[in-house]
C-alpha cells in the first residue's frame, strides 16, 4: 500500500510497514475505550436500576439541574468533536498551520465546557442541591433525589476527568507539532488522542438526556 | 492510512448532530406519555453516536478488524445492561415477600 503519508517515516521494528503499526495503534485504542465503555456502563446500569425504582424523585432532581446550560454544553462538545475531526483531517494533509489552529480551537471547546460545567457546580452549590445535612428535602423522595443527585455527580465528575485528559493530551500535541519537522510521524498520536476525544464526547451525549432532560417537560 | 475525507462532509455531519441536539431539547418540551420520553431521547443519542462513530472516528473507513474492535466494547455493554435489567425488571412478576425493592 503506497500513501503519500509514510515518506520519512519509519515503522518501529515490531512492524512490517507504518500503515500496519498505525493499525495497531488505533485497534489497541479501541480495546481501551471498550474498557471505558464498560466502565461508563456500571454506572449508567445503576442509573437505570434506581430510576425504575425511583422515578419521581428522579424527575424532581432532573428539573432542578439547569437543562439550559447542558445543552450548551452539548453543543460545545460536539464543535469540539468537529474541530478534532479536522485537527486529524489537517495532519493527514500534512498542513502545520490549519492542525495548531484546529488543535488549539479544540482545546478551547474543551476548557470552556468545564468552564460552564464547574460555573454548573456553583450554581448547585449555592442551591443546595449537594447531598449532606443542608440538603433542603425530607422524607423518602428526598432519599431518591439524593440517589439521583449521587449518580449526577459521580458521572460529570469522572466525566469532567476524562475531558481533562483529553486536554493535556491535545496540550501535549499542540507543542509537539510547533516543534515538529516531520508531521506524518504525529499522524497516528492525533488519530488516536482523536478517537478517544470523540468517545468522551459521546459518553456525554448520553448523560445528556437522562441527567438534564429526565424531569421535563415542566408544562 | 486512508485518504482524507472532505471539510464539507465533516461540516454536514456536524450540523446533522446540532440538529438532533436540537430536536432532543425540543422535544422534551412535550408531554410525552410514559417511557417515550426516554426511549426518544436515548434514541436520538444512539443516532448522535454512529454519526461520530463512522464518520468523525472513522469506523466507515476503518479495517473489518478495527470494526470488530469497536463493536466488541458495545457488545459488552448490550449483555451487561440486558441481563442485570432482566433481573431488575422481572423480579417484580412474582410477588416473593422481601423482594427489592
Redesign the interface.
Given at each position: 500500500?503506497g500513501?503519500p503519508?509514510?515518506a520519512g517515516v519509519q515503522p518501529q521494528e515490531q512492524f512490517k510497514s507504518?500503515?500496519q503499526q498505525?493499525?495497531a495503534a488505533?485497534?489497541g485504542m479501541?480495546?481501551f475505550?471498550?474498557?471505558?465503555?464498560?466502565f461508563f456502563?456500571?454506572i449508567?446500569?445503576a442509573y437505570?436500576?434506581y430510576r425504575?425504582?425511583y422515578s419521581i424523585g428522579f424527575e424532581r432532581m432532573s428539573e432542578m439541574l439547569d437543562?439550559f446550560l447542558g445543552?450548551l454544553n452539548?453543543?460545545i462538545l460536539?464543535?469540539s468533536?468537529?474541530t478534532?475531526?479536522?485537527s486529524?483531517?489537517a495532519v493527514?494533509?500534512e498542513k502545520k498551520g490549519s492542525l495548531i489552529l484546529f488543535l488549539v480551537l479544540t482545546l478551547i471547546f474543551g476548557v470552556a465546557f468545564l468552564t460552564i460545567k464547574g460555573f454548573e457546580y456553583s450554581e448547585d452549590f449555592k442551591n443546595k442541591l449537594v447531598l449532606g445535612p443542608s440538603f433542603p428535602f425530607h422524607g423518602l423522595e428526598a432519599v431518591h433525589m439524593e440517589m439521583f443527585l449521587l449518580i449526577y455527580y459521580v458521572m460529570t465528575l469522572i466525566h469532567a476527568v476524562h475531558l481533562l485528559v483529553g486536554i493535556c493530551l491535545v496540550s501535549l500535541m499542540v507543542v509537539k507539532t510547533v516543534r515538529s519537522r516531520c508531521l506524518p510521524a504525529l499522524?497516528s498520536p492525533i488519530?488516536v488522542i482523536?478517537?478517544y476525544w470523540?468517545?468522551v464526547?459521546?459518553v456525554w451525549?448520553?448523560l445528556?438526556?437522562?441527567l438534564y432532560?429526565?424531569g421535563?417537560?415542566h408544562? | 492510512m486512508t485518504h482524507p475525507s472532505g471539510v464539507r462532509g465533516f461540516i454536514f455531519i456536524y450540523l446533522a448532530l446540532l440538529a438532533l441536539l436540537a430536536l432532543t431539547f425540543g422535544v422534551s418540551f412535550f408531554n410525552l406519555s410514559g417511557s417515550w420520553g426516554l426511549i426518544l431521547n436515548l434514541s436520538i443519542s444512539f443516532l448522535k453516536a454512529i454519526l461520530i462513530g463512522l464518520f468523525f472516528m472513522h469506523l466507515n473507513r476503518s479495517p473489518g478488524l478495527t470494526r470488530v474492535f469497536a463493536a466488541a466494547g458495545f457488545c459488552w455493554l448490550a449483555v451487561l445492561l440486558s441481563l442485570a435489567l432482566t433481573d431488575y425488571v422481572s423480579r417484580g412478576w412474582i410477588a416473593l415477600p422481601g423482594r427489592w425493592p
Open positions: 500500500m500513501s503519508l509514510n507504518i500503515e498505525h493499525e488505533t485497534q479501541w480495546i475505550l471498550a474498557t471505558e465503555i464498560l456502563g456500571g449508567f446500569l437505570f436500576i425504575r425504582s437543562s445543552t452539548t453543543a460536539l464543535t468533536s468537529l478534532m475531526a479536522l486529524v483531517r493527514q494533509l499522524y488519530e482523536g478517537l470523540h468517545f464526547d459521546v451525549l448520553f445528556y438526556p437522562l432532560l429526565a421535563r417537560p408544562i | -
